[in-house]
């Protein structure tokens, strides 16, 4: 990734409510108008039914062995569904009859002008928002058909891909455990700002469905072993690293935040019928970013080296380089895990002239970001650092040496 390029990262407009609309009038629930992308969602029936949702237990995580973004890889897309999804549900027939209760899962298609991004010759495959769709049943793994929608679905909601079905059969009073995996993509980068956001979004709504409230939920997102807020070096290929300001946003507000064994977000919720969905968005909002090795003079790169040290938290000893960064000091202002009532799609207010209180700190962050650390050491530098350090050191090494060669 170069810098300046616009870098747009997996924006899928995925399992949302498609599938409420191709249901009967009197089953519709309540759902308002909205826009997400990138997310999970509850399974839903797709008739009327006596069943009830007794519980519902979500975990969402990095994926494994995701391959980096570079741009031999980038037209496979792996590198963009970065995130899985664990969901399991215990369901009750609460009626005194066996009931077979069709589950349904909607996917929809990638955005074109998004896919066109990453072929030269405009006639970019179709792509589906998920993938890896698998489910269980009390244990036991089931087929799944992948059935195309039908012109009611595609007429009120023209961007569904395809849908997800399988059948659950209840014995009268039987309750029953439903599992589905898979993965999905998360966000992107915004244009030329370096700016980096991933926004996890979970449906609950669906779940209003079910006869009667769902009788408990916990949802819990893991942005990662390695997440916390404050500042953060991103490395990219070509010897270019972006340094940013990691933060997280959260909607709704009942969460609870978790940091051993590693950081978690958690909504634990019970007896509701579920009117607002989860939204997680975490941020890497540009500080700046860092010049080439290749580039800049003796004062230039040796500001850099500095600032990608001080990134880590370095305390310096030389008294003007500490009170360059003393002078950035963060404060309690700082951005870490913000709540507030996003409204539905992108959340421009992160990055917008509105006079809201979430842009006021978001530009007080960026001007405050150094957090120092005196147990740092060099030696906690990752590879692409310590490469990015090296190079930095070398080309001081040749410009210093050029300049004492002038001045014999």
Same mark, same amino acid.
């Not at 207010?349 to 006079?355: F, I, K, T, V």
């Given at each position: 990734?170069? !810098?300046?390029? $616009?870098?747009?990262?997996?924006?899928?407009?995925?399992?949302?409510?498609?599938?409420? *609309?191709?249901?009967?009038?009197?089953?519709?629930?309540?759902?308002?108008?909205?826009?997400?992308?990138?997310?999970?969602?509850?399974?839903?029936?797709?008739?009327?039914?006596?069943?009830?949702?007794?519980?519902?237990?979500?975990?969402?995580?990095?994926?494994?062995?995701?391959?980096?973004?570079?741009?031999?890889?980038?037209?496979?897309? @792996?590198?963009?569904?970065?995130?899985?999804?664990?969901?399991?549900?215990?369901?009750?027939?609460?009626?005194?009859?066996?009931?077979?209760?069709?589950?349904?899962?909607?996917?929809?298609?990638?955005?074109?002008?998004?896919?066109?991004?990453?072929?030269?010759? !405009?006639?970019?495959?179709?792509?589906?928002?998920?993938?890896? *769709?698998?489910?269980?049943?009390?244990?036991?793994?089931?087929?799944?058909?992948?059935?195309?929608? @039908?012109?009611?679905?595609?007429?009120?909601?023209?961007?569904?891909? $395809?849908?997800?079905?399988?059948?659950?059969? *209840?014995?009268?009073?039987?309750?029953?455990?439903? $599992?589905? &995996?898979?993965?999905?993509?998360?966000?992107?980068?915004?244009?030329?700002?370096?700016?980096?956001?991933?926004?996890?979004?979970?449906?609950?709504?669906?779940?209003?469905?079910?006869?009667?409230?769902?009788?408990?939920?916990?949802?819990?997102?893991?942005?990662?072993? @390695?997440?916390?807020?404050?500042?953060?070096?991103?490395?990219?290929?070509?010897?270019?690293?972006?340094?940013?300001?990691?933060?997280?946003?959260?909607?709704?507000?009942?969460?609870? $935040?978790? &940091?051993? +064994?590693?950081?978690?977000?958690?909504?634990?919720?019970?007896?509701?019928?579920?009117?607002?969905?989860?939204?997680?968005?975490?941020?890497?909002?540009?500080?700046?970013?860092?010049?080439?090795?290749?580039?800049?003079?003796?004062?230039?790169?040796?500001?850099?080296?500095?600032?990608?040290?001080?990134?880590?938290?370095?305390?310096?000893?030389?008294?003007?380089?500490?009170?360059? *960064?003393?002078?950035?000091?963060?404060? +309690?202002?700082?951005?870490?895990? &913000?709540?507030?009532?996003? +409204?539905?799609?992108?959340?421009?207010?992160?990055?917008?002239?509105?006079?809201?209180?979430?842009?006021?700190?978001?530009?007080?962050?960026?001007?405050?970001?150094?957090?120092?650390?005196?147990?740092?050491?060099?030696?906690?530098?990752?590879?692409?650092?310590?490469?990015?350090?090296?190079?930095? @050191?070398?080309?001081?090494?040749?410009?210093?040496?050029?300049?004492?060669?002038?001045?014999?």
């Amino acid at each position: 990734m170069m !810098q300046g390029e $616009r870098h747009t990262m997996c924006r899928a407009p995925a399992i949302l409510l498609a599938l409420l *609309f191709a249901l009967p009038a009197a089953l519709r629930a309540d759902d308002g108008s909205w826009t997400l992308t990138g997310q999970g969602s509850t399974v839903m029936p797709l008739q009327s039914t006596q069943v009830t949702m007794v519980s519902e237990t979500v975990t969402i995580r990095p994926a494994d062995g995701v391959p980096a973004w570079t741009p031999k890889s980038r037209a496979g897309l @792996d590198w963009c569904y970065r995130w899985t999804a664990d969901c399991t549900f215990r369901f009750k027939n609460q009626s005194e009859a066996p009931a077979e209760v069709l589950v349904g899962f909607p996917d929809t298609w990638v955005e074109d002008d998004w896919r066109w991004e990453y072929y030269e010759d !405009q006639k970019a495959p179709p792509l589906h928002a998920i993938r890896g *769709f698998e489910a269980w049943v009390d244990g036991r793994q089931v087929a799944v058909a992948s059935k195309d929608p @039908d012109a009611a679905m595609k007429k009120d909601w023209p961007n569904i891909s $395809r849908v997800f079905t399988w059948t659950v059969h *209840f014995e009268p009073g039987q309750t029953r455990e439903v $599992r589905n &995996t898979y993965r999905f993509g998360g966000g992107q980068d915004t244009n030329n700002t370096g700016d980096g956001l991933d926004k996890i979004d979970y449906v609950l709504r669906t779940g209003a469905l079910w006869k009667g409230p769902i009788g408990s939920a916990e949802i819990r997102v893991y942005p990662g072993r @390695d997440w916390r807020p404050g500042p953060h070096l991103k490395c990219y290929e070509g010897s270019w690293i972006n340094l940013t300001w990691r933060h997280a946003v959260l909607a709704p507000c009942a969460y609870r $935040r978790e &940091t051993a +064994p590693e950081p978690c977000f958690v909504w634990s919720l019970k007896d509701f019928v579920p009117k607002e969905d989860i939204q997680v968005f975490l941020v890497d909002g540009a500080i700046e970013p860092l010049t080439s090795p290749d580039e800049g003079d003796l004062a230039s790169l040796r500001d850099q080296r500095a600032v990608l040290l001080a990134a880590r938290g370095m305390v310096f000893g030389d008294p003007a380089i500490r009170a360059r *960064f003393e002078a950035l000091r963060t404060g +309690p202002k700082a951005l870490a895990v &913000t709540c507030l009532p996003i +409204p539905r799609g992108e959340p421009a207010l992160l990055y917008s002239g509105d006079e809201s209180r979430l842009t006021a700190e978001y530009a007080y962050t960026l001007a405050h970001w150094y957090t120092p650390d005196p147990k740092f050491k060099e030696s906690e530098l990752t590879p692409c650092e310590r490469d990015y350090l090296r190079a930095i @050191d070398k080309r001081i090494a040749f410009l210093e040496g050029r300049e004492k060669g002038a001045n014999k």
